[in-house]
């Protein structure tokens, strides 16, 4: 565990460096809202990213920052952050069945085939925001993956967040963007009777759809076990407690749909 412990240091020391005034920018900005506003929760709502695109370096940089924040004021904002983690795509093989409808032959999350893949992103933004503990679960990973040239180059180099502010959302009304039209006129005819039931459209659920929805329900059961066989190596407190061998052996399960 020493060497976990020096890695801590050593990125507590980087993101000083590197990330201290913007930390600063930021806890100063969300603070001030919190202090000044008497109907915070009337006004505001939790904090999101300002800016449209944010790549995913960008986005797991800011995951690792939220951890240095101050106690009141991290749990908001990851909160915010867990409900903006993005969804794994999913690898679809399509082929012909016999009526010559399309059906999925295989299905996989991600990219098996590169070192470094979306999952790992997606693994390692979920284990950031799950608490105080997330920043060590988040050394251990890097460092029992040797993935710390990979980090302190590709993601801190991707990860500039000159333009990237967190800030409350204003709950205040404003005008609409785009122009809401309604069918017809209430009072000339047109408009569609509140009391008969019209056809809508068919939300059946498809085989493909099944498939999908399956996959991405076991590969979060999978994801959520390997969290935890993290955290017991770790030494982290875990609400969950599985044997070692049931997580190894859950994990290694490859999803096949015909």
């Not at 000339?188 to 991405?216: A, C, F, W």
């Amino acid at each position: 565990m020493e060497k976990i412990h020096e890695s801590l240091r050593n990125l507590d020391v980087w993101v000083e460096s590197h990330y201290g005034d913007w930390i600063d920018d930021v806890t100063n900005r969300l603070r001030g809202v919190v202090v000044d506003s008497s109907n915070f929760l009337r006004n505001y709502s939790l904090p999101i990213i300002l800016t449209r695109k944010v790549s995913k370096e960008q986005f797991l940089m800011i995951c690792l920052l939220s951890t240095y924040l101050p106690e009141d004021l991290r749990a908001m904002v990851q909160i915010s952050l867990k409900e903006k983690i993005r969804k794994l795509s999913i690898n679809v093989t399509m082929q012909k069945d016999a009526r010559g409808v399309d059906e999925i032959r295989s299905a996989a999350l991600g990219f098996s085939h590169k070192a470094v893949s979306q999952e790992t992103y997606f693994f390692l933004e979920n284990v950031l925001c799950t608490g105080n503990y997330g920043k060590r679960v988040f050394v251990y990973y890097l460092e029992e993956r040797r993935l710390w040239r990979w980090f302190y180059g590709s993601v801190a180099q991707g990860a500039r967040l000159g333009n990237v502010r967190l800030e409350f959302t204003s709950k205040r009304m404003r005008r609409p963007k785009k122009v809401q039209r309604k069918r017809g006129y209430n009072d000339h005819g047109s408009k569609r009777d509140d009391t008969k039931v019209y056809p809508g459209p068919d939300v059946t659920p498809t085989k493909n759809q099944m498939i999908l929805d399956e996959l991405q329900e076991t590969y979060h059961e999978e994801l959520r076990l390997r969290y935890t066989d993290l955290c017991k190596k770790a030494g982290v407190p875990t609400q969950l407690n599985f044997e070692r061998e049931v997580v190894e052996k859950l994990w290694k399960i490859q999803i096949r749909k015909r």
